[in-house]
């Protein structure tokens, strides 16, 4: 033995992501792996799609009425032309617009997520970190809108927020209206959460110490406290993102979300559920079960991942 | 001597884990006649209340009676299924449980408790039950019992509930009782009035007892025989005083050196030294042998020798080495 | 008791107010009101006299407490819309609501509860295993797909039940009721099972956890130590002390019901409250959105306080009395 110490080859991080535990449970999980598979395949589809999309069915020079109501992988009787997965009313690919639609769900439904992340991450460290008043009024407002479903509160959030634009800009600004909706109805999950951990970490030696050399509080709690409640957090946003996605399907097909000319999804169901009786069938039934196996499998993330974090819970 | 209320004959208990079947009660064999109590000593883990359970039936899977026999009153009832098994307990065995703060349903009267379990069992009506709810409680001592019937376990302090517990336990007239730790969630000074209770009770019904405890006090005051048991096995079984004066198995003699009780006066407390193995790491041969000041490679590598009453499963046995 | 119900009461009060607060903010500053009442041609003296009219001029605190005063006296103002006022609007339209939510809140109830039990009871069973992997499809499948399921399958396909409408109605002295003609309980089939899934997925879940909690309870352990038939131990003993916490759960799960039959009515064109409010929201017309909201936050909160009552009468412990010797 020499004395002197053998030096250790840092591992790179991929090697520390791929040793964790959680990789671990991830590879011994069939659920876990085939919801992360099809989340990414939709997402990258989505992300990409002017690339893989065949047409662009915002385009109205690409598009061709005659080809309307074309049934899925059947020659037009007019065109000649066949489409994977069929045509709506207006000639549009069907297989076109839910990869654009799932661009619309996924954005509003990560931004609507990310918006209420920072928010309730932002509000749960203050109140838990400054407590009194701050702390009654933002944990009591909280309380008063759990009472009511998040749906509900989006809802009128987006009612109010159409209310205050001007007309002429209800369009284009709808699907910010909708993050915005999603976003405020979300908050109280992640700050409940945070402000938690805040209280309990609050008082341990460390952030005594980091107070007494005088660190400021911002920075506590951004460099001390914050990293603590990380994996729950990540839990919550997976299982929100499911749940927002859902929401903003929901809202957009009730005709109060994303508008015809930047069809969601859910729009998308709203506009097929209008030839359900005359028997295109395909105009719904595609975007319906794309939005199901991309709500499907992100809960499922959800699930597995608050299982694999925190085996406590449940 | 009369045929005994309970006979165990090298009764094995399993649970099958990730790593491997672990044996939490490892072939032993005790009876209990009618009025006797026998108190099961060890310490946590030791397989005293496992054995418990698998006479009454309630080992939670995946643990099972893998090896051995229970007799109940001449019936053989470890293999018994189902509606077989549970209609002897309450009825031929009680129970009583260690924490009489969550022993009881706390959203039923205390009278209704015991009547549903008088009515599950007799072959009486609804009046004669509440009528009898009421004497079984002024039995074990509660005080304006014909009131106190109606009143919900919250409103009783924790040695009344264990006496509540008991009378639920003996309310069917059960042969057998099985008294699991009755009691260590409870105040000191109310112990000795509850072992008092539990005593007279057994004695005055002829009711056989196995008195499940770690309190070596709770043994000397309560017990006439003793089994001592260490990691799943039977250590030493014998009448109670001559197990606390002349143990004969060296962890016995260890058990009662380290209790405060049988070394008064002493300035200092015995230790053992070491733990009691897990259940998945029992060595070869004597399951005492790593933490034995006299053991041999005999007792490291030869199954120690048949148990009777009155004897040490031990290679050597301490001969009259008193502790007192 | 009466304490803890009296300060029960209060907290509801408050959040009353704070959600009063928000409708009528709504009203005061949610597009302009004179701008909806008068048309473009108007003059100065039209918008001075309309905001003395209205009380626009008056300062904050009275103008919120004449909005209180209002619609506590059910007097919610005009559908900028509609034209008539909101109140009479929400009356017509409540019946429809309301016989829609009490069917699929007792269907969610029985049947969650009932499959919950049935499910912890039986927790290694194939089919227990089935429903809990079914109901976990059920908890992500979005209400508006469940209802265009059925509508595909029971309308479209096999022609049994109606698609929209409520059929038939009867008027019983101001209340139309869909449950006295053919009709009209054919109509409440599907929405109700469209409304009630949900729920009832999530009754299950929950009772199901909370019973395998209170199985694992030492005073089951000694239920069955007595030899209590199976019967007793999971209904008498087990079911009593598993409803404790699920009672106030589904007691918000009622009130959500309310909330979520906005998208059941919107599916099937059911003509009641939430199909208003979805339309209100679209038009933003916002006293009738202001409306609902109030009368949604008085349900709401009236069940959380029923539940909190009701405790009372499941839970000795709560009851509090000194009677017992300590």
């Given at each position: 033995?020499?004395?002197?110490?053998?030096?250790?080859?840092?591992?790179?991080?991929l090697?520390?992501?791929?040793?964790?535990?959680?990789?671990?449970?991830?590879?011994?999980?069939?659920v876990?792996?085939?919801?992360?598979a099809?989340?990414?395949?939709l997402?990258?589809?989505?992300?990409?799609?002017?690339?893989i999309?065949?047409?662009?069915?915002?385009?109205p020079?690409?598009l061709?009425?005659?080809?309307?109501?074309?049934?899925?992988?059947?020659?037009?009787a007019?065109?000649?032309?066949?489409?994977?997965?069929?045509?709506?009313?207006?000639?549009r690919?069907v297989?076109?617009?839910?990869?654009?639609?799932?661009?619309?769900?996924?954005?509003?439904?990560?931004a609507?997520?990310?918006?209420?992340m920072?928010?309730?991450?932002?509000?749960?460290?203050?109140?838990?970190?400054?407590?009194?008043w701050?702390?009654?009024?933002?944990?009591?407002?909280?309380?008063v809108?759990?009472?009511?479903p998040?749906?509900?509160?989006?809802?009128?959030?987006?009612?109010?927020?159409?209310?205050?634009t001007?007309?002429?800009?209800?369009?284009?600004?709808a699907?910010?209206?909708?993050?915005?909706?999603?976003?405020?109805?979300?908050?109280?999950?992640?700050?409940?959460?945070?402000?938690?951990?805040?209280?309990v970490?609050?008082?341990?030696?460390?952030v005594?110490?980091?107070r007494l050399?005088?660190?400021t509080?911002?920075?506590?709690?951004?460099?001390?406290?914050?990293?603590?409640?990380?994996?729950?957090?990540?839990?919550?946003?997976?299982?929100?993102?499911?749940?927002?996605?859902i929401?903003e399907?929901?809202?957009?097909f009730?005709?109060?979300?994303?508008?015809?000319t930047?069809?969601?999804l859910?729009?998308?169901?709203?506009i097929?559920?209008?030839?359900?009786?005359?028997?295109?069938?395909?105009?719904?039934?595609?975007?319906?079960?794309?939005?199901?196996?991309?709500?499907?499998?992100?809960?499922?993330?959800?699930?597995?991942?608050?299982?694999?974090?925190?085996?406590?819970?449940? | 001597?009369?045929?005994?209320?309970?006979?165990?004959r090298?009764?094995?208990?399993?649970?099958p884990?990730?790593?491997?079947?672990?044996?939490?009660?490892?072939?032993?064999s005790?009876?209990?006649?009618?009025?006797?109590?026998?108190?099961?000593?060890?310490?946590?883990?030791?397989?005293?209340?496992?054995?418990?359970?698998?006479?009454?039936?309630?080992?939670?899977?995946p643990?099972h009676?893998?090896?051995?026999?229970?007799?109940?009153?001449?019936?053989?009832?470890?293999?018994?299924k189902?509606?077989?098994?549970r209609?002897?307990?309450?009825?031929?065995?009680?129970?009583?449980?260690?924490?009489?703060?969550?022993?009881l349903?706390p959203?039923?009267?205390?009278?209704?408790?015991?009547t549903?379990?008088?009515?599950?069992?007799?072959?009486?009506?609804?009046?004669?039950?509440?009528?009898r709810?009421?004497?079984?409680?002024?039995?074990?001592?509660?005080?304006?019992?014909?009131?106190?019937?109606?009143?919900?376990?919250?409103?009783f302090?924790?040695?009344m509930?264990?006496r509540?517990?008991?009378?639920?336990?003996?309310?069917?007239?059960?042969?057998?009782?099985?008294?699991?730790?009755?009691?260590?969630a409870?105040?000191?000074?109310?112990?000795?009035?509850i072992?008092?209770l539990?005593?007279?009770?057994?004695?005055?019904?002829?009711?056989?007892?196995?008195?499940?405890?770690?309190?070596?006090?709770v043994i000397?005051?309560?017990?006439d025989?003793?089994?001592?048991?260490?990691?799943?096995?039977?250590?030493?079984?014998?009448?109670?005083r001559?197990?606390?004066?002349?143990p004969?198995?060296?962890?016995t003699?260890?058990?009662?050196?380290?209790?405060?009780?049988?070394?008064?006066?002493k300035?200092?407390?015995?230790?053992?030294?070491?733990?009691m193995?897990?259940?998945?790491?029992?060595p070869?041969?004597c399951?005492?042998n790593?933490?034995?000041p006299?053991?041999?490679d005999?007792?490291?590598?030869?199954?120690v020798p048949?148990?009777?009453?009155?004897?040490?499963a031990?290679w050597?046995?301490?001969?009259?080495?008193?502790?007192? | 008791?009466?304490?803890?119900?009296?300060?029960?009461?209060?907290?509801?009060?408050?959040v009353?107010?704070?959600?009063?607060?928000?409708a009528?903010?709504?009203?005061?500053?949610?597009?302009?009101?004179?701008?909806?009442?008068?048309?473009?041609?108007?003059?100065?003296?039209?918008i001075?006299?309309?905001?003395?009219q209205?009380?626009l001029?008056?300062?904050f605190?009275?103008?919120?407490?004449?909005?209180?005063?209002?619609?506590?006296?059910?007097?919610?103002?005009?559908?900028y819309r509609?034209?008539?006022?909101?109140a009479?609007i929400?009356?017509?339209?409540a019946?429809a609501?309301?016989?829609?939510?009490?069917?699929?809140?007792?269907?969610?109830i029985?049947?969650?509860i009932?499959?919950?039990?049935?499910?912890?009871?039986?927790?290694?069973g194939?089919?227990?295993?089935?429903i809990?992997?079914?109901?976990?499809?059920?908890?992500?499948?979005?209400t508006?797909?469940?209802?265009?399921?059925?509508?595909?399958?029971?309308?479209?396909?096999?022609?049994?039940?109606?698609?929209?409408?409520r059929?038939?109605?009867?008027?019983?002295?101001?209340?139309?009721?869909?449950?006295?003609t053919?009709?009209?309980l054919k109509?409440?089939?599907?929405?109700?099972i469209?409304?009630?899934?949900?729920?009832?997925?999530?009754?299950m879940?929950?009772?199901?956890?909370?019973?395998?909690?209170v199985l694992?309870?030492?005073?089951?352990?000694?239920?069955r130590?007595?030899?209590?038939?199976d019967?007793?131990?999971?209904f008498?003993?087990?079911?009593?002390?598993?409803?404790?916490?699920?009672?106030?759960?589904?007691?918000?799960?009622?009130g959500?019901?309310?909330?979520?039959?906005?998208?059941?009515?919107?599916?099937f064109?059911?003509?009641g409250?939430?199909?208003?409010?979805?339309?209100?929201?679209q038009?933003?017309?916002?006293?009738?959105m202001?409306?609902?909201?109030?009368?949604?936050?008085?349900?709401?909160?009236?069940?959380?306080?029923?539940?909190?009552?009701?405790?009372?009468?499941?839970?000795?412990?709560?009851?509090?009395?000194?009677?017992g010797?300590?």
């Amino acid at each position: 033995m020499s004395d002197f110490p053998i030096p250790v080859k840092p591992k790179s991080r991929l090697r520390i992501a791929l040793d964790s535990d959680l990789f671990y449970t991830f590879k011994r999980s069939p659920v876990a792996m085939v919801s992360a598979a099809v989340v990414l395949v939709l997402v990258l589809s989505a992300v990409f799609a002017p690339l893989i999309a065949p047409t662009n069915p915002f385009n109205p020079a690409s598009l061709n009425l005659m080809n309307g109501f074309t049934p899925p992988m059947t020659p037009n009787a007019f065109t000649g032309e066949s489409f994977f997965m069929g045509t709506d009313d207006q000639g549009r690919d069907v297989f076109s617009t839910i990869l654009y639609g799932m661009r619309i769900s996924l954005f509003v439904g990560v931004a609507a997520v990310f918006f209420a992340m920072v928010l309730g991450i932002t509000l749960g460290l203050i109140s838990g970190y400054v407590g009194g008043w701050t702390e009654t009024i933002i944990m009591r407002t909280a309380d008063v809108q759990l009472t009511f479903p998040s749906i509900l509160v989006a809802m009128l959030i987006f009612g109010i927020a159409k209310g205050v634009t001007p007309v002429e800009y209800r369009d284009q600004m709808a699907i910010w209206v909708l993050i915005l909706a999603i976003g405020l109805s979300d908050w109280v999950q992640f700050a409940r959460v945070v402000r938690g951990a805040t209280l309990v970490e609050k008082n341990k030696e460390y952030v005594q110490a980091a107070r007494l050399i005088g660190r400021t509080p911002t920075a506590i709690m951004l460099r001390h406290i914050l990293p603590n409640v990380l994996s729950p957090v990540l839990v919550i946003a997976t299982i929100s993102l499911a749940l927002a996605i859902i929401a903003e399907a929901t809202l957009s097909f009730l005709g109060v979300g994303a508008p015809p000319t930047q069809p969601s999804l859910g729009t998308l169901i709203r506009i097929g559920q209008g030839f359900l009786f005359s028997g295109e069938w395909w105009i719904l039934l595609f975007p319906a079960i794309t939005l199901l196996a991309l709500a499907l499998s992100v809960n499922l993330l959800g699930d597995w991942l608050r299982d694999a974090l925190n085996p406590r819970l449940r | 001597m009369a045929d005994p209320v309970l006979s165990i004959r090298d009764l094995s208990v399993e649970i099958p884990t990730r790593h491997g079947i672990v044996r939490p009660v490892d072939g032993v064999s005790y009876d209990i006649q009618a009025g006797e109590i026998l108190g099961i000593v060890g310490e946590s883990g030791a397989g005293k209340s496992m054995a418990g359970n698998a006479v009454i039936g309630l080992l939670n899977p995946p643990a099972h009676i893998s090896k051995g026999e229970i007799w109940l009153k001449g019936q053989r009832i470890d293999h018994l299924k189902g509606d077989a098994m549970r209609r002897l307990r309450g009825k031929e065995i009680g129970m009583v449980f260690q924490d009489p703060l969550t022993s009881l349903n706390p959203l039923l009267r205390i009278g209704d408790q015991l009547t549903e379990t008088m009515l599950t069992h007799l072959p009486i009506s609804r009046a004669e039950a509440e009528k009898r709810a009421v004497a079984a409680l002024e039995e074990v001592g509660i005080p304006g019992a014909a009131e106190r019937v109606n009143s919900y376990p919250h409103e009783f302090s924790g040695g009344m509930r264990q006496r509540v517990v008991i009378a639920l336990a003996l309310c069917a007239e059960p042969s057998l009782v099985i008294a699991d730790e009755p009691t260590t969630a409870l105040d000191v000074s109310v112990q000795a009035q509850i072992i008092a209770l539990l005593r007279r009770l057994c004695r005055d019904r002829g009711t056989a007892v196995m008195l499940i405890t770690h309190d070596m006090g709770v043994i000397a005051e309560a017990t006439d025989r003793v089994a001592v048991m260490y990691a799943g096995r039977l250590a030493e079984l014998g009448p109670v005083r001559d197990v606390l004066t002349h143990p004969q198995h060296p962890y016995t003699h260890g058990l009662m050196a380290s209790t405060p009780l049988a070394s008064q006066g002493k300035s200092r407390l015995h230790q053992i030294p070491g733990a009691m193995p897990r259940l998945d790491a029992v060595p070869d041969g004597c399951a005492f042998n790593s933490r034995c000041p006299h053991a041999t490679d005999k007792c490291r590598q030869a199954p120690v020798p048949r148990l009777r009453n009155g004897q040490a499963a031990c290679w050597y046995p301490l001969v009259d080495e008193k502790v007192i | 008791m009466l304490a803890y119900i009296i300060r029960r009461a209060g907290q509801s009060a408050l959040v009353l107010l704070i959600v009063g607060l928000v409708a009528f903010a709504m009203f005061r500053f949610v597009g302009d009101p004179i701008d909806n009442m008068l048309g473009q041609e108007r003059t100065a003296e039209d918008i001075e006299r309309l905001r003395a009219q209205l009380g626009l001029d008056q300062p904050f605190v009275v103008q919120y407490y004449k909005f209180l005063e209002g619609a506590v006296q059910g007097n919610f103002g005009v559908s900028y819309r509609q034209g008539r006022p909101v109140a009479e609007i929400l009356l017509e339209r409540a019946p429809a609501t309301l016989e829609l939510a009490m069917v699929s809140g007792v269907l969610a109830i029985l049947f969650g509860i009932a499959l919950g039990v049935f499910t912890a009871i039986r927790r290694d069973g194939w089919l227990a295993n089935v429903i809990m992997s079914a109901s976990l499809i059920g908890v992500s499948l979005p209400t508006f797909l469940i209802g265009i399921l059925l509508i595909y399958l029971f309308s479209v396909e096999l022609g049994w039940l109606p698609s929209f409408g409520r059929g038939e109605t009867v008027d019983l002295g101001g209340w139309s009721t869909g449950f006295l003609t053919e009709s009209g309980l054919k109509a409440l089939i599907l929405p109700s099972i469209t409304l009630g899934l949900y729920q009832m997925t999530l009754i299950m879940r929950l009772v199901r956890s909370e019973m395998l909690e209170v199985l694992r309870q030492d005073y089951i352990r000694f239920a069955r130590a007595r030899g209590l038939r199976d019967r007793a131990v999971n209904f008498r003993h087990a079911l009593k002390n598993t409803m404790v916490p699920v009672i106030t759960v589904i007691g918000l799960q009622l009130g959500a019901i309310i909330a979520f039959a906005i998208i059941t009515e919107t599916v099937f064109q059911w003509p009641g409250v939430g199909l208003l409010f979805i339309n209100a929201i679209q038009f933003v017309d916002i006293p009738v959105m202001a409306a609902y909201l109030m009368l949604i936050s008085v349900m709401f909160v009236g069940i959380n306080l029923l539940v909190d009552i009701l405790y009372f009468f499941i839970d000795p412990r709560l009851r509090a009395d000194r009677s017992g010797g300590h």
